[in-house]
């Protein structure tokens, strides 16, 4: 607050988006959306799912690669391209469903070089192509920075899906198909100089540039159908679980 002459002025600072976090701003999102009945995956999971009406679902995901935030120094057009479709296709793993296309849209400034964004499509391909996708179709803009965005989708039977929030119960097991600490060993060794040993350096820098999606882990588990709930890690294990 401060003071005019007899008249005092309180300032109230309004929170921002980074004073309440992600989770605090999806729910506000949240709040004013209608969820659609019958939504074979409900909100909050890792993927949305439209039922198609014959036993079978159309599972999609979004997530979005922004350059200036997600993309550290080293990484190539190609890695970050490749990166945008791993993003996508880990949330259907997490289901267990196999990725049948992938759509990227790119926003770029208008000096941006064109073998950066053809770098960028071979990119797309080759995340497309490890995983037993195709790239169907997308889109180009222009921004100030370069901005990725992508849709993966899939189809597989309704029932079958692995729900985020399943039948988890006391004494139940948690499991994991990978380790975990790599990706921020790697990030404090690129933004703060923090000294690994070469291994853990080799593993912790490719898990950032070259990461990979757990489609076969996810495919493998879902037909076990002792999976009670199943969701992406890669925000950390403490806030998955």
């Known amino acids: 607050m401060f003071y005019t002459g007899a008249h005092v002025i309180r300032v ?15 729910q506000r999102i949240m709040k004013h959306l209608t969820p659609m009945p019958d939504m074979p995956i409900p909100f ?35 890695q970050a391209a490749r990166k945008a479709v791993v993003m996508n296709v880990s949330d259907l793993a997490a289901k267990g469903v196999q990725p049948l296309a992938f759509m990227p849209s790119i926003a770029i400034p208008s000096t941006y070089n064109p073998d950066d964004v053809e770098e960028m499509a071979k990119g797309f391909e080759a995340g497309s192509h490890q995983y037993g996708a195709y790239v169907v179709g ?34 139940h097991k948690v ?15 690129l933004l703060e100089g923090v ?35 199943c969701l992406d890690s890669s925000d950390g294990l403490s806030l998955s679980l």
Do not use: C
């Open 44 to 78: 909050w999971d890792d993927a949305s799912a439209l039922s198609l009406g014959d036993g079978r679902a159309l599972v999609v995901n979004t997530d979005m690669l922004v350059w200036s935030t997600d993309v550290p120094a080293g990484m190539t057009p190609f």
């Open 195 to 229: 000294d690994l040993l070469p291994p853990v350096k080799q593993a912790a820098l490719e898990s950032i540039y070259m990461p990979n999606a757990r489609v076969k882990e996810g495919l493998v588990l879902v037909k076990t159908g002792a999976v009670t709930g």
């Open 12 to 26: 109230i600072k309004l929170p921002s988006v980074s004073d309440i976090g992600e989770r605090a701003l999806i």
């Open 175 to 189: 499991a994991v198909t990978g380790r975990f600490g790599l990706t921020t060993a790697g990030f404090k060794h």
């Open 138 to 171: 997308g889109d180009t803009n222009e921004a100030s920075e370069v901005i990725i965005s992508g849709l993966a989708l899939g189809i597989t039977p309704e029932k079958s899906i692995m729900k985020r929030q399943g039948g988890m119960k006391p004494g």
